[in-house]
Nanobody, 116 residues
Framework: VQLVESGGGLVQPGGSLRLSCAAS????????MSWYRQAPGKERELVAA????????NYADSVKGRFTISRDHDKNTVYLQMNSLKPEDTAVYYC??????????WGQGTQVTVSS
């Protein structure tokens, strides 16, 4: 199982980024996927989740209306579109599957820094 995140970077407040997570080693279309983030000195928190079929999506209150999670089964990739970014969104972002057989696997993460 491999999860490879990309797309992070430095962006000004109010800007946008799209994160990608390329998944391999399992039947991607069969599993729910999530994005987490961890800021310095803070615990890892769930940001967004999407069911295997893509029809049900959930978001943390702090990102509702600004972030959108999506998935592409042809590319085995889950995305996180982040708009109206705030300094408090600064963190390392990780993708993950909550399924029990995949729960031990995490990618290396991608750093998002929101600063002027």
């Amino acid at each position: 199982v491999q999860l490879v995140e990309s797309g992070g970077g430095l962006v000004q407040p109010g800007g946008s980024l799209r994160l990608s997570c390329a998944a391999s080693g399992f039947t991607f279309s069969s599993y729910a996927m999530s994005w987490y983030r961890q800021a310095p000195g803070k615990e890892r928190e769930l940001v967004a989740a999407i069911r295997s079929g893509g029809g049900t999506r959930n978001y943390a209150d702090s990102v509702k209306g600004r972030f959108t999670i999506s998935r592409d089964h042809d590319k085995n990739t889950v995305y996180l579109q982040m708009n109206s970014l705030k300094p408090e969104d600064t963190a390392v972002y990780y993708c993950h599957s909550p399924a029990p057989r995949l729960a031990a696997y995490w990618g290396q993460g991608t750093q998002v820094t929101v600063s002027s």
